[in-house]
């Protein structure tokens, strides 16, 4: 692994500088959880995006709010550091998820509340209150030197939570615009440990929904029962014949493109530090499911998953009803590895339902392919040193993370080396009801990402 | 088969009684299914207990309104016919099923509107239009004739759609003033042909729900998929182990108890008609589920069933979300045919869950045994003379209904034969939205109870 010592630069002053407005900061990111973005359902998307627009131009970025043909991309440009400084792309998004089920809320999602030291909203952790503290680092660094160390680009997507289905085209369509040596993001969770980590790659997602019918109503299970087609039935012996009772996948093909992780993923998978006692317990669940013997971190890294998201149909209420439901369906998706390709993979799926259940519909849902930077990127020495610097420790280097972001676009797209630097605690409960971010990951991410600028322009570019 | 032919009682006089009041006894039924009464929400019980003890006291029954546990039972004694007349039991329910979803109902539920010939509403079939249809048949007869040919207890309980889980306590503990000689029931569809039919038996019901959990909250997909159990996975694995592709339940002793029709009752499964292909266009379907060979009237009438009557877990709104769900059930019921035992079944059920996924609870919702009747009951010939003069037409004897009634406390625990003739269309959607009853069946079921209980009163008691 490459590990030239970059001088150390001062950011005693940009330290200070946030320390001091620590409250203010807080306040304003509730003041942006208080707006809700949920692509999904089309919520309060033109707002923010001219929210998080305005704040780029405050900076003084030259700042685009640039239409697509779903939620716009939000663009800022700093190009005022020397010719010769890595250029830095840094990518977040600012849709949310759906915020349901809402009854499961302590305090409602879009009514940020602070309690022990955790911000608890929806896009506390997933994905504003990351993205916000890059955009607070621009601002102390700004503050403090009245100039980047880094040249910068600030972009901010609004259709990362379905899927980012216009980030392909997009980032092939304005290649130059967003030309730059390197590409971070703030997204996901710092390790289960609690410990900061730098990731290198992140796994592909394929959603997708089966939709199984039988009658064109309702029926009564006494009078059809054994006669009349049940589409519950239907999903669960098609489901059974494409993932098996020991969590193998059983589609043909399925794992044919799985790559094993190279001899220095593996060292540094073997490294994280995983206490399955304690992970188990803090899901309250009665067991893990590792059923193939590969261990928990190469699982989540390098493995690919098929999840039921949801399966719904039939009665649902209170008591039984004896229905012979007429529809049924389940929402589905796919993590994918290197060098599985989701468009092949989904073929794979669709292959299998005609085969096995001709009558149920495949329905595509969106997909983003995996990627991966090389953990020996000249780089990972001036992000590291910077994580140390602003958060006093050594963060994991991790070959993959589990979850999904559209960075694939980088570095295939773009031929960029891209990295993922999570402020948010492993606990953040995103896509899930009391959503939070801790108030002290929040400020360390702030300086976390004047650091990484710092560092990163006091290094030599490769 | 016994087939004493009776002497034909004349019943033109109360025929025309019946159809000169034609338009009033379907504005009295939809009075009654504007009360709403659904046992399973406990809505509007109390009240529609008491307006049908009110319409039978008014016929001058003997009538009490007898509280159980849960829902009151009602009960009509007429003791004015000869004593050596035979006594008839006539059972009913006025509970209803829960008429979501409602947003697929044409018409309101509980606002009964006619439509081509059709008075659609909650409980117009099951089974307020039917038990309805006997108490105006007494009314008929009483007005025509200033007495029953028959001693007649008519009963009508609370809770037959949640189960009829007080019924054999009830029964048993009022032998006495249950006696009868025989029992009629009125309630499920005519013959899918259309034909009038008599049916000797009942298929048994079993409810169960299954109730996988998994991490103590919703979970993000890609941070923890393929490493925290999924309790939807848990389901379909469990589920495709109790119950094959090709429709055999794989549970240890299932069909144990299952015993062959009588050559009686094979004979008379083979008169049933059924155009297969006109079924399964009726019911919109691309096939119908016919997987072992056995023939369609036999699979309904002597062959258990295993029915998921509702699955739910996880995201279920528009779009994808891609949570892991950490909790989701499946509601389920089988259909028990002689001499399968309900109580013996869930055993087995239990085991094999224990077996196969110890962590899902089982949860018992109710069952009713099985029963059947010999189709060369004494009584047989009446009934079907009956029905010829009030129809028009020789019903089809049926050894069982697919559907469940508790006619086993009667067949059981009484020990006297239990005949459901049923008056509603075969399309009446019971437990279904936009369920219904053609106005010309009501009206042959009340003509249809008049008469049987002047061919049961004109004919020798066996």
């Known amino acids: 692994m490459s590990s030239t010592p970059t001088p150390a630069p001062d950011l005693s002053d940009v330290f200070a500088y946030v320390d001091e407005r620590r409250d203010e900061f807080v306040q304003r990111l509730i003041a942006y959880l208080r707006m809700p973005s949920i692509s999904a359902w089309g ?21 685009e709010v640039m239409p697509t043909a779903g939620w716009p991309m939000v663009l800022g440009r700093y190009e005022g550091a020397a010719a010769d400084a890595p250029a830095v792309l840094l990518y977040g998004h600012y849709d949310v998820q759906p915020p349901d089920p809402l009854d499961a809320w302590v305090s409602p999602p879009f009514e940020p509340a602070i309690r022990d030291g955790r911000i608890y909203a929806r896009g506390a952790g997933d994905n504003k209150g990351q993205h916000f503290a890059q955009m607070l680092a621009l601002e102390a660094l700004l503050a403090c030197r009245g100039a980047l160390p880094c040249n910068v680009t600030v972009l901010l997507e609004g259709e990362e939570e379905i899927g980012s289905p216009r980030m392909p085209d997009f980032v092939r369509d304005h290649r130059d615009a967003l030309h730059a040596d390197l590409v971070i993001t703030s997204d996901g969770p710092v390790h289960e440990s609690g410990r900061a980590q730098i990731v290198f790659g992140v796994r592909g997602v394929l959603s997708f929904e089966l939709r199984a019918r039988g009658a064109d109503r309702d029926l009564h299970s006494g009078n059809w029962g054994g006669v009349a087609p049940n589409p519950l039935w239907t999903l669960v012996h098609l489901l059974a014949t494409m993932k098996n009772a020991r969590g193998e996948v059983t589609i043909d093909g399925f ?6 992780p190279t001899a220095l993923e593996r060292e540094a998978l073997a490294r994280l530090p995983g206490d399955l006692e304690a992970i188990r317990a803090s899901l309250g669940a009665s067991a893990l499911d590792t059923p193939d013997g590969r ?28 229905v012979l439901p007429h529809e049924a369906f389940a929402k589905c998706d796919m993590r994918l590895v290197e060098a599985q390709r989701a468009e092949d993979v989904f073929a794979k799926v ?37 994580i140390v610097a602003a958060q006093g420790e050594e963060p994991l280097l991790v070959p993959a993370l589990g979850g999904s972001l ?16 999570p402020y948010a605690n492993a606990d953040e409960a995103n896509h899930a009801p009391n959503e939070n971010i801790e108030v002290a990951r929040f400020i360390a991410g702030i300086k976390t990402g004047a650091a990484m600028l710092a560092y990163l322009g006091a290094s030599a570019r490769p």
Chains 1, 2 share one sequence.
Request: aromatic share 10%; charged share 15%; proline share 8%.
């Open 350 to 386: 669709v292959a299998h339902v005609r085969r096995h259940a001709p009558g149920v519909e495949v329905i595509y849902q969106g997909a983003m392919d995996p990627s991966k930077t090389p953990l020996d990127s000249a780089y990972t020495a001036p992000l590291r040193q910077a």
């Open 295 to 322: 261990g928990y971190a190469e699982r989540l890294a390098a493995w690919p998953t098929f999840t039921i998201n949801g399966l719904h149909g039939g009665y649902g209420g209170p008591g039984s009803k004896t």
């Open 43 to 63: 919520t309060g998307m033109g707002e923010v995006a001219e929210f998080v627009a305005g704040m780029l131009g405050g900076l003084g970025l030259v700042t």
């Open 255 to 260: 794992y044919d493109d799985v790559l094993p």
């Open 406 to 421: 559209p960075e694939y676009v980088f570095t295939r797209i773009l031929g960029v080396p891209a990295f993922t630097v």
